[in-house]
């Protein structure tokens, strides 16, 4: 062989060879924190199943974004599938075969839903528990009983994977894989305010939109999102890049229509058709406590 051509090879032998190593050292690394087991305790709820509990339940199902995720049926569905970064699916909530409904009692269905960990002690797979962590001990008794109505449908979903580019943002921080890991599951929980359209209860309600705005509501590149997904609006009342040229009705109008102000289309990303079937009292809350945040420029959390 020609001396270029060895020397040629054996860089490019090293090079795999780091890299085979490098590869080792990621998916063991985060490996590691994927099968992390947490102790947290189921505790039981008080659910006396009736129509109008399940009737409530099927509106935080719809308002709070569940469906956009696990589908209308609840029977799961993908919602990220970009090789590189990840292959997620939502779970089958219903209590056919493989649903977590007829796996679950509803003490281990709340512990999921407001701390991210699973039956065997590990944490699910970047579900937004963070935005459903505080919710009542009404709205989660809400919830699992419109679970338990639902038609059963049969069949679990595929195995969730994550790919060496998630495995890779993940360990940097940039890609909120694990929720168990960033919930406090000893904090104690405040009382859930009283409903009605004030700035408290719009502070309560508007907690399932910081996984995509975030905790300041400013926007911005949403984490984990594939690359084709727009950046989240920014909702404080900065009037640049936000809401503090907005009124109340435009408020109302985008998120019961899904059009701006100057006519345009929010972008398809944003589930306005979920918001859409939230009460007045609701988004006039929601209104009422993002005027009160502090105002700041897109994307600054």
């Known amino acids: 062989m020609h001396p270029v051509l060895r020397w040629t090879a054996r860089i490019l032998g090293g090079l795999l060879m780091l890299l085979l190593v490098a590869l080792a050292a990621l998916?063991?690394?985060?490996e590691v924190r994927i099968r992390r087991t947490y102790d947290v305790p189921a505790a039981a709820l008080a659910i006396e199943p009736s129509a109008a509990l399940?009737?409530?339940?099927?509106?935080?199902?719809?308002?709070?974004?569940?469906?956009?995720?696990?589908?209308?049926?609840?029977?799961?569905?993908?919602?990220?599938?970009?090789?590189?970064?990840?292959?997620?699916?939502?779970?089958?909530?219903?209590?056919?075969?493989?649903?977590?409904?007829?796996?679950y009692g509803d003490a281990e269905l709340a512990r999921i839903i407001r701390h991210g960990v699973r039956g065997?002690?590990?944490?699910?797979?970047?579900?937004p528990v963070q935005d459903y962590h505080g919710l009542s001990d009404a709205d989660v008794a809400?919830?699992?009983?419109?679970?338990?109505?639902?038609?059963?449908?049969?069949?679990?979903?595929?195995?969730?994977?994550?790919?060496?580019?998630?495995?890779?943002l993940y360990l940097a921080g940039q890609f909120p894989l694990l929720p168990a890991e960033l919930i406090d599951h000893n904090a104690p929980r405040a009382p859930a305010p009283e409903r009605g359209p004030t700035a408290e209860y719009g502070k309560y309600v508007a907690a399932t939109c910081t996984g995509c705005h975030g905790p300041g509501f400013s926007g911005g590149k949403i984490p984990g999102a594939p690359p084709t997904a727009p950046a989240a609006a920014n909702l404080t009342p900065?009037?640049?890049?936000?809401?503090?040229?907005?009124?109340e009705e435009d408020f109302f109008r985008a998120?019961?229509?899904?059009?701006?102000?100057?006519?345009?289309a929010l972008d398809g990303f944003m589930p306005w058709?979920?918001?859409?079937?939230?009460?007045?009292?609701?988004?006039?809350?929601?209104?009422?406590?993002?005027?009160?945040?502090?105002?700041?420029?897109?994307g600054q959390r």
């Open 238 to 247: 900065d009037r640049e890049t936000g809401l503090g040229a907005w009124t």
């Open 54 to 103: 399940v009737e409530e339940g099927r509106h935080l199902a719809i308002t709070r974004g569940c469906v956009d995720c696990h589908g209308e049926s609840l029977a799961g569905k993908s919602f990220l599938d970009e090789a590189p970064l990840a292959r997620l699916w939502a779970s089958n909530l219903t209590s056919g075969e493989g649903g977590a409904a007829r796996k």
């Open 273 to 298: 058709k979920l918001t859409a079937q939230m009460t007045d009292d609701e988004i006039r809350a929601l209104w009422l406590y993002l005027q009160s945040v502090p105002a700041r420029p897109s």
């Open 27 to 30: 998916y063991g690394a985060s």
């Open 142 to 168: 809400a919830l699992i009983a419109y679970i338990r109505s639902v038609p059963s449908v049969d069949g679990a979903t595929p195995e969730s994977s994550v790919g060496p580019v998630g495995r890779a």
């Open 255 to 264: 998120l019961r229509t899904g059009v701006r102000p100057d006519g345009r």
């Open 120 to 127: 065997d002690g590990r944490s699910v797979l970047f579900m």
